[in-house]
């Protein structure tokens, strides 16, 4: 089932050139829109509540169904059309409804897609396999920004850059459509005989749902640092995406070290994403172009392990029959403590930016406590 990780992987690969250019120059289109910070902050968490708190419905919806690649598809079609209407938006209002749709579109796919991966990884590994398709998606995050700074280095051409992003979004489309064709019944790949139900989610997996809720709620989103970076001067508008890819890159290559490390590891590789996570609003908030490098770095961290190594861990705590919900509960926790966050660290950032790093960064601290107490074993290769 490697070759069904790695369509997968292509997937995202041209998606995320997609809503990750999105991403690398919303902030300074939300400020040459005239927002505040209060409105990135609130707002830049609303679209990631909803990329989150969709995935409940999404997930019940396919376990109940077994529908995954239905669910998929209508989730990339409607997560990726999307993005060129930027070229259309005239004021922050239409920007912030834009955004937010996408990131839903992300959500009605996104507990089918990795439950479809989590039957793959059972032969491969879990921390590895979703580490490999997390490496593609990287990737493709990375290409996004890099182009996104290729326009706009001459000159402000933010609907010239939206509209162009159709183009990698027709190629996820078709790739997606080959992945379906080639390997139309992931689930068999993990076969069981036990049916769905809502009941029996252990406690080791709530635990680590109340250490994400508190790891969201501290995560900076970048459609906010990428706010801060323009508002303060700290970087030229068209450097701004290359900060983006730079955390991209980490990202990337962290997820592939990290989950290697998780299959062997669990704990100590969740740990150490989490610790360097906590550290980096103090880098991306409180420091000039330097110590940004430095915070990006550490944020590219936190991402490679919310975006790998959380994903894995959630594999082995819920059976087949129940892993799209369990993904699902996952986003609609997570995505609601980010928002609550986000709007808090925003408002407060309004009145002191150092008093937001310091919320960000206790939040994040917060996840520490509980996710001592988890207890993760890592299921044989099979």
Same mark, same amino acid.
């Given at each position: ?31 040459? !829109? ?7 902050? +609130? ?6 509540? &909803? ?100 326009? !706009? /280095? ?17 190629? *996820? ?18 076969? =069981? ?22 790891? %969201? ?8 640092? /990428? ?9 030229? =508008? ?41 550290? /980096? ?15 990006? *770095?550490?944020?590219?961290? *936190?991402?490679? +392990? ?18 799209? =919900?369990?993904?699902?509960?996952? %986003? ?8 609550? %966050?986000? &709007? ?39």
């Amino acid at each position: 089932m490697i070759q069904l990780i790695i369509l997968l992987g292509i997937v995202s690969f041209f998606a995320d050139i997609t809503y990750e250019g999105t991403r690398s120059i919303i902030g300074p289109f939300f400020a040459l !829109l005239g927002a505040t910070g209060a409105i990135v902050g +609130t707002f830049g968490g609303l679209a990631e509540f &909803a990329g989150y708190g969709i995935r409940l419905l999404s997930g019940v919806i396919a376990d109940k169904s077994k529908n995954y690649w239905t669910l998929t598809m209508i989730g990339y079609i409607s997560n990726l059309v999307v993005v060129p209407l930027f070229a259309l938006a005239g004021s922050w209002q239409t920007a912030a409804l834009l955004l937010v749709l996408e990131r839903a579109g992300k959500a009605v796919r996104s507990p089918s897609r990795d439950a479809m991966l989590s039957y793959a990884c059972h032969k491969v590994g879990r921390g590895w396999g979703f580490g490999l398709h997390e490496a593609f998606d990287r990737c493709g995050g990375l290409l996004g920004p890099l182009l996104m700074f290729w326009i !706009l /280095s001459a000159g402000p051409h933010f609907k010239m850059a939206f509209a162009l992003l159709a183009i990698p979004a027709a190629f *996820a489309l078709g790739a997606l459509y080959i992945a379906y064709r080639k390997f139309p019944h992931p689930d068999v790949a993990e076969p =069981t005989k036990e049916s769905f139900s809502l009941k029996n989610f252990s406690r080791p997996f709530w635990i680590f749902i109340g250490a994400a809720a508190f790891f %969201g709620a501290g995560t900076l989103n970048f459609a906010f640092v /990428s706010f801060h970076l323009q508002k303060q001067a700290i970087a030229a =508008t068209n450097i701004i995406p290359l900060f983006y890819a730079g955390a991209i890159a980490i990202s990337a290559l962290f997820a592939l070290i990290g989950g290697k490390w998780f299959d062997h590891a669990p704990k100590p590789s969740l740990y150490f994403g989490i610790v360097l996570g906590c550290l /980096s609003p103090l880098f991306l908030l409180l420091g000039r172009e330097v110590e940004v490098w430095i915070g990006v *770095a550490l944020w590219g961290v *936190a991402l490679g +392990t919310q975006n790998a190594l959380f994903r894995s861990v959630i594999s082995c705590l819920i059976p087949p029959q129940q892993r799209s =919900t369990g993904y699902g509960i996952f %986003g609609i926790v997570f995505g609601l403590s980010w928002f609550l %966050g986000g &709007a808090l660290i925003g408002t407060i950032y309004d009145l002191a930016i150092a008093l937001g790093a310091l919320t960000s960064f206790v939040l994040q601290v917060l996840a520490l406590p509980l996710l001592k107490r988890l207890k993760i074993e890592v299921p044989p290769n099979r």
